[in-house]
């Protein structure tokens, strides 16, 4: 009150920060002007600041630039480095002025403000306003360090990291990035994160990661956000939960992370077990799209493709596959491709499908390398290569690509393309089914049960049988039912081979069919029925299995004209289901 343009500036600072009171900034810029009024530098820097963003008022680039060019007139270090700042970018009615801006921090940091040291690091690696040199670039981000200066430490991570301007050194970016996360930097947080996750440069450890990406994550760093959500997805240090991994995905994604986008997408349409909303799956994946992420285009053409969340549309599949086959994405070269063999919302055409498949296997595909195999294997749209169709179906199959240790397996047992070894062929069908693949269950169920490339053990071959039955495969049920019929492998259940005969039969299984039949004729378990009986040998006969045929005419033999009738009526009924 005494006119003290010092103590005025204090008192404004005390405002500004909520230090006696809520924050005021009418009350503070009350006495930064007074202060500035006697040409009181760090007030006039301190109005400058507000102007720029907005404190107490509009944004005011204009006038911001006029207050902090009096306080750098008087040698005020932060006046220097914000407005350099503002000129390195330009504002609105603030034209950019790289070079002045470059004279700026040079200024601040002859004054040992490290923030100005970090800034010119960056315009001699970035080449903004003055030649490209790394070697000043690391000098000025060592200057900048050497004062603790976070960013500057991160950015000396980076170097060392990749190699920039210096020799890759991993031991020595661990150290940079440790400094700096300690500081509270979230991007070298994130990165410590990442490191530990993948083991690059220290001992791979999920926890370690889940405690740096949660640090990052705790200010809301995109990326950050995107990594934890992962491991909360995968269950990788950190107990799995896919509600968190939602909720960190959906900040990041409202962010306009495009990663963010397409994992919630996934998290929508079911991947992490949850139940799917196709709505919001569509919404997320345009999402991503637009936000330049070519494999959500790909997710895209498979909803339109199948029609989940959207009218099926190959027409507009094929369009997006091929968005996104052209951006680069393996998967949509891939299913381009798949369009084009089967005639998916263009021409049909083997040769440009193995143009597309040829693209998507050179990036490492495994989708990509199991087509590709595939036409050599069938000589559809290239020359017949069996070698050729052999290697890439391994290749495919060495990612864990369960189709194609599913192929390798059947090329294996049937000596096409490879030399025949049922030993090998299990030990794929087995890689296959530990990755979900159903056919591959059901076959590894199979060798079990008759002991063909490994040692006959009916246990086992229910084990598999029951993990594809459960997934509907019919000959699963049957040979499931088979071992409950006799006892083998699980306890005799005569009622649950009854009810898994009827799910393999209601898909057309005709064993299972011609069984049913039996267990009807002999009353096994079941009241004795010859009509039923009689309906399901005709189902099966129809399926061109001879032993039901030959059943068939004896049966009739021992039936009246009515129940002849009944059987052939429920046959009809039961509408004659495709062949398995």
Request: no cysteine; hydrophobic share 45%.
């Amino acid at each position: 009150d005494h006119g003290d343009k010092r103590a005025q500036f204090l008192l404004g600072i005390l405002w500004q920060f909520g230090r006696i009171g809520p924050v005021n900034f009418s009350e503070a810029r009350h006495w930064f002007e007074l202060s500035a009024a006697q040409s009181y530098a760090p007030a006039e820097g301190s109005l400058g600041f507000m102007d720029e963003v907005g404190q107490g008022g509009p944004r005011n680039p204009t006038s911001a630039v006029a207050w902090l060019e009096k306080a750098v007139a008087q040698g005020d270090v932060l006046a220097t480095a914000n407005l350099a700042a503002i000129l390195r970018g330009g504002d609105d009615g603030v034209p950019r002025d790289l070079p002045r801006a470059l004279t700026l921090y040079r200024q601040a940091a002859d004054q040992g403000y490290a923030g100005a040291g970090y800034w010119l690091g960056v315009l001699y690696e970035t080449g903004e306003g003055t030649a490209r040199d790394l070697g000043q670039a690391r000098h000025w981000y060592d200057w900048a360090a050497a004062r603790r200066q976070p960013d500057a430490e991160y950015a000396l991570g980076r170097f060392y990291e990749q190699g920039i301007g210096v020799a890759v050194n991993m031991e020595t970016a661990v150290t940079w990035f440790r400094k700096s996360a300690d500081q509270g930097d979230p991007l070298a947080q994130n990165d410590l994160g990442r490191l530990y996750q993948y083991g690059t440069g220290l001992a791979q450890d999920d926890v370690e990661a889940a405690t740096w990406y949660g640090k990052a994550a705790a200010q809301h760093l995109p990326e950050a956000e995107v990594n934890l959500g992962f491991l909360y997805e995968k269950g990788r240090g950190v107990p799995r939960d896919p509600a968190k991994a939602e909720a960190l995905y959906s900040d990041a994604a409202a962010a306009g992370n495009a990663n963010a986008a397409f994992n919630l997408a996934n998290f929508y349409a079911g991947s992490m077990g949850t139940a799917p909303d196709f709505i919001k799956a569509r919404h997320w994946y345009e999402v991503a799209a637009a936000g330049g992420l070519p494999a959500a285009l790909n997710s895209l053409g498979v909803m339109y493709q199948i029609g989940r969340g959207v009218p099926a549309d190959p027409a507009k599949a094929f369009e997006l596959f091929h968005s996104a086959a052209e951006a680069g994405d393996p998967d949509g070269q891939a299913n381009l491709g798949a369009a084009y063999v089967k005639g998916l919302g263009v021409a049909q055409d083997f040769k440009a499908a193995v143009v597309w498949f040829r693209k998507a296997a050179a990036q490492g595909s495994p989708h990509g390398q199991f087509d590709l195999a595939s036409a050599y294997g069938a000589g559809r749209g290239i020359e017949r290569n069996e070698a050729e169709a052999a290697r890439l179906m391994r290749l495919a199959a060495d990612q864990g690509f369960a189709d194609a240790e599913f192929w390798l397996g059947m090329w294996l047992q049937n000596g096409q393309h490879l030399p025949r070894d049922e030993k090998a062929a299990t030990a794929w069908f087995r890689k296959a089914a530990e990755h979900g693949h159903v056919r591959a269950a059901f076959t590894l169920g199979m060798h079990y049960d008759q002991g063909v490339g490994v040692a006959a053990d009916p246990k086992e071959a229910a084990h598999w049988y029951a993990k594809a039955a459960a997934e509907g495969d019919a000959n699963a049920q049957y040979g499931l039912a088979a071992l409950y019929d006799a006892g083998r492998g699980v306890p005799q259940d005569p009622a649950r081979a009854l009810q898994l005969y009827r799910e393999a039969a209601a898909q057309g299984q005709p064993y299972a069919m011609f069984n049913l039949g039996d267990i009807y004729r002999q009353g096994a378990g079941v009241p004795r029925d010859l009509a039923e009986a009689y309906a399901w040998w005709s189902l099966a006969a129809a399926r061109h299995f001879p032993p039901a045929a030959q059943n068939l005419n004896l049966l009739r033999q021992q039936m009246t004209a009515d129940e002849i009738a009944r059987g052939e009526t429920l046959a009809r009924d039961r509408g004659g289901p495709p062949q398995q």
